[in-house]
């Protein structure tokens, strides 16, 4: 039997290498810090791209613990911790990168300004799939574009993670909400409130025309990047704003520019890896807790199930994108 001290957890040890499911010593608490029992952790698209080495702006030294995001339990609090108490159900975009290590263990030590109280009416496994795509939809929408009630919103990718959490956000601040999709995702799209819009047999020039009378959207956020963000600068009104979360490669400010409309990035791993900002993302997931609890916002989260030994299994079905929603691990 392993000591009390030491905890289960899925390791990695090379790039595209099985995981090595190990007992390890449990970390020690920090001052600033919680020891969370992790309960779930959320598979993100981006935890495929740190395993098999190919996310240069998302490094993560090996071995590593995986995972960015998790839901858990408080065991302990380090000195300075005030706002948690031991039992507290939390959440967050805790680790996974940049050395920090993830939630795919029995425990983590986590940094509680990363942290907030799950939402109540939700589970630890609903909770886990939120983080990252919910904190990125709020840094655009909210800290960057500033969508306010009765604009025009278009996300683009509407269906997926972070684009399907942009429209329920985007709906709950009050906005006419748009999404462009495949026709295979019209239903989910319309479900959460957006309109959907036929990328594959609707031009921009004919969406805009149709749903704005040629004017443009008054926010246009990019959650696809390459020809979808140059999409969206034609997209835009005038004197209005594109967001993007994935804002990589060259592209003709041009179509922006004739529209004096403005241009933001979101990088939203910016305090994993650097330590600035961490207390923002916990004021993030406070909010979001609000509004979920008041009905506004409902995580999809499919609805098979892994345990700590699946985690391969979890990460081919999230590389086949047959995925129907958030995949989650359960942990403990």
Do not use: C
Not at 246 to 271: C, E, I, K, Q
Request: aromatic content about 6%.
């Amino acid at each position: 039997m392993a000591n009390e001290i030491s905890m289960r957890a899925a390791v990695l040890e090379g790039h595209n290498a099985p995981f090595k499911h190990t007992q390890i010593t449990r970390p020690t608490i920090a001052p600033g810090h919680v020891l969370v029992r992790v309960k779930a952790s959320g598979v993100n698209p981006l935890d495929l791209k740190i395993r098999a080495g190919m996310a240069a702006h998302a490094k993560h030294p090996l071995p590593a613990i995986l995972g960015i995001d998790m839901a858990g339990v408080v065991e302990a609090l380090g000195e300075g911790v005030t706002h948690f108490d031991i039992g507290d159900e939390v959440y967050g975009m805790t680790g996974g990168v940049g050395n920090v290590p993830g939630s795919l263990a029995q425990y983590a030590v986590v940094d509680a300004r990363l942290l907030a109280a799950k939402p109540a009416s939700l589970t630890l496994r609903q909770a886990a799939s939120m983080p990252l795509v919910y904190i990125t939809a709020w840094e655009g929408l909210v800290d960057r574009a500033n969508v306010r009630e009765g604009q025009s919103v278009l996300v683009q990718g509407g269906a997926g993670g972070v684009g399907n959490a942009a429209v329920q956000l985007a709906r709950a601040l009050g906005a006419r909400v748009f999404a462009t999709g495949s026709p295979g995702s019209a239903d989910v799209i319309r479900h959460y409130g957006a309109i959907p819009i036929d990328y594959t047999n609707t031009t921009v020039d004919q969406y805009v025309a149709r749903h704005t009378h040629g004017v443009g959207f008054d926010v246009v956020y990019d959650t696809v990047g390459g020809s979808s963000l140059d999409a969206s600068f034609s997209a835009v009104r005038r004197f209005g704003h594109v967001v993007s979360a994935l804002g990589w490669g060259s592209h003709a400010l041009a179509p922006l520019s004739f529209r004096a409309a403005t241009y933001s990035g979101v990088f939203t791993l910016l305090p994993l890896l650097t330590g600035q900002g961490r207390e923002h993302h916990g004021e993030i997931l406070r909010e979001i807790a609000k509004l979920v609890d008041a009905g506004e916002i409902q995580p999809r989260v499919d609805e098979r199930r892994f345990d700590l030994n699946g985690v391969h299994d979890a990460h081919a079905l999230q590389e086949s994108g047959k995925a129907s929603g958030k995949i989650v691990i359960d942990i403990d």
